[in-house]
């Protein structure tokens, strides 16, 4: 349904590095950058995710939104997981079934460095 969504950044250097860690755990890529933006995606592929740099302040969407980010395995989310936390996420749930949503549902929340809350998924 979704074409792509984008997200403003405060520091896009920053913010490439946490994308570049944490969507590779995910098996995306970066498919474009520039001075004041980047996107990822499937390698080869348009991007799915598009980052931009901010002038001023950035302000996340507030509560009830989040980016469900698609894992290919429980691995994946708990690789996608620690590496949010080594490059400067925030957790806000660890890797673990989330009963509440489904017998298999896996997944792990975390806020990106400028606050955009983040989830890889695995069903």
Do not use: I
Not at 30 to 57: C, H, I, M, T
Not at 80 to 106: K, V, W
Request: hydrophobic share 40%; charged share 15%; aromatic share 10%.
């Amino acid at each position: 349904m979704l074409g792509h969504l984008s997200f403003g950044v405060a520091d896009l250097a920053r913010a490439m590095a946490f994308y570049d860690a944490v969507l590779a755990e995910l098996g995306q890529v970066r498919v474009w950058d520039g001075p004041e933006a980047a996107g990822y995606g499937p390698a080869g592929g348009n991007d799915k995710l598009a980052l931009f740099l901010q002038s001023g302040p950035v302000t996340p969407p507030g509560p009830g939104f989040h980016l469900a980010l698609v894992a290919p395995s429980r691995e994946a989310v708990d690789r996608f997981h620690a590496a949010a936390l080594r490059t400067g996420g925030t957790d806000l749930g660890g890797p673990g079934l989330r009963p509440h949503y489904g017998p298999s549902y896996y997944a792990a929340f975390v806020l990106d460095p400028d606050g955009h809350k983040l989830e890889a998924v695995c069903q």
